[in-house]
């Protein structure tokens, strides 16, 4: 069954259209990469999807349920969790309190979450802004699983981080996706590590979805024209 359906989303910042007509389809307990050059759209889709940015046409629909006018906290609390760009914490609250902060019924819990990133156990008490940027994203994934959301969105996750870090983050994504079957939508750059985890890919060039498939149908050709690399 589909769990997010986008259909034909545009989108205006200002009088600016960012997005053209994007289009999507995931199924519960897929893994789903939104791929592009820069600038094309993928934080773009993912506000949209948010609902931090209003459309001015089309349609998101989500567990069912057409969301396409919701604010934005109604989305979330319908099963929406966003990791942003940028890895937004409560500076000011320890690794527990900006846990517990985001906490919704559900089986995630602290424990589970630190079992997933047990660096968050051992810097339990510290202050979410004397984190490593490694652990500070580790912290927001683990925010946003406490909400116990129907859908992970994960934007730029491993960007800027160390590649012994980047590997922590890739192998929860992929404990995530072997252990708890939870669908995942994910903008990387890392081609490479998408494709040991993502089962499809939609592709966007300039605010448009392009290419939509199985990721392992992503051949050079289309990489190279699409994604640039
Ligand atoms: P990147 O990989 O560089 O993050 P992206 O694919 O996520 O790129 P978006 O950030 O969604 O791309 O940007 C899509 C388009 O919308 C770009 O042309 C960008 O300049 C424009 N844009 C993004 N944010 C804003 C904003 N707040 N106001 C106006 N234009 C914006």
Redesign the pocket.
């Known amino acids: 069954m589909s769990l997010l359906e986008l259909d034909r989303v545009t989108a205006f910042?200002?009088a600016?259209q960012?997005l053209f007509g994007v289009s999507l389809d995931l199924a519960e307990g897929e893994v789903m990469a939104l791929m592009?050059r820069?600038?094309?759209?993928?934080?773009?889709?993912i506000k949209a999807i948010c609902r931090m940015l209003p459309l001015r046409s089309g349609t998101i629909r989500f567990g069912g349920a057409d969301i396409t006018a919701l604010p934005s906290y109604r989305a979330a609390r319908m099963g929406l969790g966003l990791v942003p760009?940028g890895r937004r914490c409560f500076a000011n609250l320890s690794v527990h309190e900006n846990l517990i902060a985001a906490a919704r019924p559900g089986h995630w819990d602290v424990a589970r979450v630190t079992g997933l990133f047990p660096r968050l156990a051992e810097r339990r008490d510290q202050g979410a802004a004397t984190l490593s940027g490694g652990e500070q994203q580790m912290l927001a994934i683990g925010r946003a699983l406490m909400t116990n959301p129907r859908l992970l969105i994960l934007d730029?996750a491993t960007e800027g981080l160390a590649p012994i870090v980047r590997q922590e983050i890739w192998s929860a994504i992929a404990r995530l996706k072997s252990e708890t079957g939870l669908a995942i939508l994910l903008?990387d750059k890392s081609l490479a590590e998408l494709r040991d985890v993502a089962d499809r890919a939609v592709i966007?060039q300039r605010?448009e979805s392009v290419w939509s498939g199985a990721f392992s149908a992503l051949d050079d050709a289309v990489t190279t024209r699409l994604i640039g690399v």
């Open positions: 910042y200002g600016t960012a592009g820069n600038g094309m759209g993928k934080t773009t889709t760009e730029e903008v966007l605010g």
